[in-house]
């Protein structure tokens, strides 16, 4: 069991998708996202989000992502935060959002 505690640790924000690019050197098919978390600053995220959303799709959707992780190397990009979705039977990722416009930045609770 988590404690309470340690979920406190995890820093979730939202942001907006401000650029997308296709990722072909990553080992499952996935973009690079620019994500502005406001006042947290613009961090890049790689998203194995191809199946369910074109780029277009994505470019100014808001986003949660956990913002608080250290660094990851994937193939040639740094990922520096965790976007999250559900995930389906067959791997496709439903991206968690906002159910309404909010502030980039504001803390997940």
Do not use: H
């Not at 942001?15 to 994500?35: C, E, H, M, S, W």
């Not at 199946?51 to 990009?77: H, T």
């Not at 979705?85 to 906002?98: C, F, R, S, W, Y």
């Amino acid at each position: 069991m988590l404690t309470w505690d340690e979920f406190e640790k995890v820093d979730m924000r939202v942001g907006t998708i401000i650029d997308v690019n296709d990722f072909p050197k990553a080992r499952n098919p996935a973009y690079q996202l620019t994500i502005d978390f406001g006042e947290i600053g613009i961090k890049r995220s790689s998203a194995q989000i191809t199946r369910l959303y074109s780029k277009e799709q994505l470019l100014g959707q808001q986003v949660i992502a956990v913002v608080n992780f250290p660094p990851k190397q994937i193939a040639n990009f740094q990922s520096e935060c965790l976007v999250l979705g559900a995930v389906g039977d067959n791997k496709e990722i439903t991206l968690l959002q906002p159910e309404r416009p909010a502030k980039n930045g504001l803390r997940i609770a």
